[in-house]
C-alpha cells in the first residue's frame, strides 16, 4: 500500500509540473497568438513595453493641448494617444523599439505621427540601462495622469469603427525576436 501512495504521489507531483510548464509556454505566446489587453507587460527584444491607456486627444482643452502642439485632426479624423512605458528588467542595456503600428480589423495599417523632441509627453525611443524606463523616472510623462509616454495616431473616423484596432510592437532593428500585439481599448 506505500508504494501504490508514492505511485499516486508522484503522478499528481508530475501533473501539477506539466500544468505549471504549460502556463509558462503560454505566458511567452501573451501578445503573439493573439493581441494582449492593455495593461500587461509585454517583452521585445529584452524589454518590457507596457500599454497604459489609449485615448482620444482633444487639443481643445488641458491637458490634452499640452501633449501635442500641431495642426489639429481634419475633419473626419480623430487623435489617439497611446500611452505606454518601456523598461529595461534585464541585466544588459538593451535598445527601445521605434517600430510601431496600428491595424484595424480590416488589415489597414497607421503609422503614429512624429513628435519633436522638445515635447516632453512623447514616446522617444533610446537604449535604455538595467532598471531604466521610457518615460524616465520622475519626468513630467512618468508622473502624469498617464504615467506613460504617448504615440500620437491619426485615425480616420470610419477606421475607429474596425474594431479590435491593434498596436503591433516590432523589435528594432537588428534585435530579433517576436512582434508582439495589444489590443486597443477603443
Do not use: W
Not at 489597414?108 to 523616472?137: D, G, M, W
Request: net charge positive.
Amino acid at each position: 500500500m506505500h508504494a501504490t501512495r508514492r505511485l499516486a504521489l508522484l503522478s499528481l507531483l508530475a501533473l501539477v509540473a506539466a500544468g505549471a510548464a504549460a502556463c509558462g509556454t503560454d505566458k511567452d505566446k501573451v501578445g503573439i497568438e493573439e493581441p494582449a489587453r492593455e495593461g500587461l507587460r509585454l517583452p521585445v527584444a529584452g524589454l518590457d513595453y507596457n500599454v497604459f491607456i489609449t485615448r482620444q486627444l482633444n487639443l481643445r482643452i488641458p491637458p490634452d493641448k499640452d501633449y501635442y502642439r500641431g495642426p489639429e485632426q481634419r475633419p473626419g479624423e480623430a487623435l489617439y494617444g497611446v500611452f505606454l512605458q518601456v523598461c529595461n528588467r534585464g541585466e544588459r542595456a538593451a535598445r527601445a523599439t521605434d517600430d510601431f503600428e496600428v491595424v484595424d480589423n480590416q488589415g489597414n495599417v497607421f503609422k503614429p505621427t512624429p513628435l519633436p523632441r522638445s515635447n516632453a509627453l512623447a514616446y522617444h525611443p533610446r537604449t535604455l540601462q538595467p532598471n531604466e524606463c521610457i518615460p524616465e523616472e520622475g519626468s513630467i510623462a512618468q508622473q502624469g495622469p498617464t504615467a506613460g509616454a504617448m504615440l500620437l495616431f491619426r485615425l480616420p473616423l470610419a477606421n475607429t469603427e474596425n474594431r479590435p484596432l491593434v498596436l503591433v510592437i516590432r523589435p528594432p532593428a537588428g534585435a530579433g525576436g517576436p512582434e508582439r500585439r495589444i489590443k486597443l481599448d477603443l
